[in-house]
T-cell receptor, first 115, second 113 residues
Framework: DAGVIQSPRHEVTEMGQEVTLRCKPI?????LFWYRQTMMRGLELLIY????????DSGMPEDRFSAKMPNASFSTLKIQPSEPRDSAVYFC?????????????FGSGTRLTVV | GQQVMQIPQYQHVQEGEDFTTYCNSS?????IQWYKQRPGGHPVFLIQ?????EVKKQKRLTFQFGEAKKNSSLHITATQTTDVGTYFC?????????????FGPGTSLSVIP
């Protein structure tokens, strides 16, 4: 298995532009998570899905952020409009709850810079 | 809400010295997971502890879950430069239903060769 795949690896965009981050979880995993990591705030959970259904989006900063999971093999995190304070590394992770002890598998992340 | 503390925030050690990081929760936990993130990398799952007082070893790494299931520790014996990175604990509160994992702030380890 190729693991959790995120794209793009790096994104530089201008303030006000729309940004879409993509994630392909590990096949068979039924949970998908979006995290944001910054020096100041550490690893923050933004939203997570179970069987493609959003379960908890309480970590989404504001209405500018939205996430979808149209099927078991794809998820997107969209920021519209983007702001400089959104600059961070965004990680996608997936897990299989039944496989207790295996933890989360993280993707390599997308480093977002908003200028 | 759940509060998770990790101490120390940073640790610099000479290669060959031991290292310990502690994770403390304000609430009783079901399980706790530990992750390692190398500089510029992504978090990688290390282990999960489930039982009160549980101790697990992975080569030079020893993980312990407190008797009250409110704290945990990671101890590295004779650190090597490959141990450099940030170590996160990830407490899990509920056993019977899925609960979101909130990562601790992490302990950043530097190893001086």
């Amino acid at each position: 298995d190729a693991g959790v795949i995120q794209s793009p690896r790096h994104e530089v965009t201008e303030m006000g532009q729309e940004v879409t981050l993509r994630c392909k979880p590990i096949s068979g995993h039924d949970y998908l998570f979006w995290y944001r990591q910054t020096m100041m705030r550490g690893l923050e959970l933004l939203i997570y899905f179970n069987n493609n259904v959003p379960i908890d989006d309480s970590g989404m900063p504001e209405d500018r952020f939205s996430a979808k999971m149209p099927n078991a093999s794809f998820s997107t995190l969209k920021i519209q409009p983007s702001e400089p304070r959104d600059s961070a590394v965004y990680f996608c992770a997936s897990s299989f709850w039944g496989a207790i002890g295996y933890g989360y598998t993280f993707g390599s992340g997308t480093r977002l810079t908003v200028v | 809400g759940q509060q998770v503390m990790q101490i120390p925030q940073y640790q610099h050690v000479q290669e060959g010295e031991d290292f310990t990081t502690y994770c403390n929760s304000s609430t009783t936990l079901s399980n706790i997971q530990w992750y390692k993130q190398r500089p510029g990398g992504h978090p990688v799952f290390l282990i999960q502890l489930v039982k009160s007082g549980e101790v697990k070893k992975q080569k030079r790494l020893t993980f312990q879950f407190g008797e009250a299931k409110k704290n945990s520790s990671l101890h590295i014996t004779a650190t090597q430069t490959t141990d450099v990175g940030t170590y996160f604990c990830a407490p899990i509160r509920m056993k019977t239903s899925y609960d979101k994992v909130i990562f601790g702030p992490g302990t950043s380890l530097s190893v001086i060769p």
